[in-house]
């Protein structure tokens, strides 16, 4: 038999590039592939690519000088490794990757990755591989199931990819060319992978696309399923306690997903909405289609039907002709509202979009200062919001062991780490915990119940195993 073959995969950005790249190991898995954390052991490197600002996508060049180097130290040892660049740079930039770093074999946009066997087995032959099309047919279609070992090795929340692309066009954003336009998978198909998921342990799913409220799939009747249909009916499968979604947009909040946060226990009460400005003329000039007051109205009817819902956010600073007022409003619309966590940005002009030709630029100082008062401001907000934790009884789903012994740590509904001193035994679990203290951004406490009456109860022993 062969020795498997090993793979190292490294993703940058956003969610779904993490999804994206479990499904690529799952995709090579039947190649004979397995996972390795070193590069220098690795036959193949995938870097799973953002192109959303500049940094990110430099990053991706750097990293490919590096692994020059490791490649060419492979074949001095007898070793052949191969490099591919998958991701949202690699549809963006195509040939000219190639151009820029020659050691790379295969370069696969983001709707082709179902391809990356053949496209190994071609740069094989050709020395190089590129596929950078929008294909016709559904990768998810062809991609494999993930294995129960991957599934089970990979933790108690996983991501479900639900819609994919984006048709709206904000002025500053590459998505709708790196991503293609907006896609629905069917509800049939995410059905079956959530319960696959819960079978194997997964308790907590987190539905994700670049507009995953837009989210109109097929349903099984043939009619179309909006976001909040498909969350009411995924709620009902067995062995999953939360559900999740991510990311929104403003203007696709409709009355499905109101009904969903109001009737589904299961359904966390933290909704990321991007708001990006405070502006209503920088939301036109970023072809945002809201407005300030339609976004506090999407606001207020989430917390008409949950009053513990919290909310978080996007920000960019210093988008084309932002002045000094446009600032303030955002800065006084964040204070409106009340963030439990946001994302700050400053603006980055990306090649090939309107905002890039946009001649009235902000300079780098104003961007800079403008971004730490923002940040100062928010990271207000999300102390004021985790201290307001303390002394009171949450909801824990615990997910692991934590780096200090004896500890195991979760999530709270909102996201909060949460670390108490227990068995591994409740691993998998929701438990009440009393919240002492806060640590940064971890809260620390104690269980607040007995383990439940079908466990065994914790002995000395194997507190902390
Ligand atoms: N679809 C989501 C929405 O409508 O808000 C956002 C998806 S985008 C992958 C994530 C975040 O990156 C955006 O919300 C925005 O704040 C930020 N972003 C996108 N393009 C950017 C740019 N050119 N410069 C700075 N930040 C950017
Ligand atoms: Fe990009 Fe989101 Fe705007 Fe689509 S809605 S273009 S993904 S920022």
Redesign the pocket.
Known sequence: MKPPRKLHIKSYG?QMNVYDAQRMVDTLAGEGFIETKSVDDADLVILNTCH??EKASEKVYSELGRLRVAKHDAARAGRDMRIAVAGCVAQAEGEEIIRRAPAVDVVVGPQSYHHLPELLKRAGTHGRAIETEFPAEDKFTFLPQPRREAIRARGISAFVTVQEG?D?F?T????PYTRGAEVSRPVARIIEDVKQLADNGVREITLIG??VNAYHGEGPDGSTWPLGKLLHRLAEIRGIVRLRYS?S?PRDVDDSLIEAHRDLPALMPLVHL?V?SGSDRILSAMNRKHTVAEYRKAIDRFRAVRQDIAFSS???VGFPGEREEDFLATLALVTQIGYAAA?S??????PG?P?AEMQETVSAADMDERLVRLQELIDRQQSAFNVAAIGTTVDVLFERAARNVGQIVGRTAYLQPAHVMASSDIIGEVRPVRIDSLERYSLLGELVSPAPAIRPALSETNIGA
């Open positions: 956003c959303i600002r984006c709206k904000c500053f954003c590459v998505v670049q507009n990311t947009h991007p990006q996007d920000f960019i994302y940005f400053k603006y980055s002009p990306r979009t905002a």
